[in-house]
């Protein structure tokens, strides 16, 4: 994920770094997999108005992450997605199946990078296997950047 740096034109942009979302694809999430995220602008858990002056604006959609693929999956990315609602960046990946899935991309993901699931997958970065079969002394990295 590169960091954009901006020159020092003024005494509040020196040392002033953003994301750059050159790698996020510009597409619409697919909608089968995100559902509407309900707002309750300002109200408690009983429907009264507990903060004033809140209300209105975009709909939210929540993307459906799915935490534990199926062993024996062998999915492609898709997509890079930026996702509102959490930090990480989101990959949309496809099955032998033809069925689309979000799982948290980490850094060294990129479009058309498969990745395998299940206790017999390599050992090899971002693939999903259970802790138990990481061999003791292996190295886990974050990404390129470790």
Avoid: F
Avoid at 34 to 54: E, L, S
Avoid at 90 to 98: L, M, N, S
């Amino acid at each position: 994920m590169p960091v954009k740096a901006y020159n020092p034109t003024t005494p509040a942009r020196r040392g002033m770094t953003t994301e750059d979302y050159s790698e996020i694809t510009t597409k619409k999430p697919l909608k089968s997999l995100t559902k509407a995220k309900k707002q309750n602008a300002g109200r408690n858990n009983t429907g009264r108005i507990t903060v004033r002056h809140r209300g209105g604006g975009v709909k939210r959609h929540y993307r459906l992450l799915n935490h534990k693929l199926a062993a024996g999956l062998t999915v492609t990315v898709e997509e890079i997605e930026y996702d509102p609602n959490r930090s990480a960046r989101i990959a949309r990946v496809k099955d032998q199946h033809g069925l689309y899935h979000y799982i948290l991309a980490d850094t060294s993901m990129y479009k058309g990078k498969v990745i395998t699931s299940g206790e017999d997958a390599p050992i090899e970065a971002s693939n999903r296997m259970p802790l138990s079969k990481i061999p003791v002394g292996s190295h886990v990295s974050l990404g390129p950047h470790t």
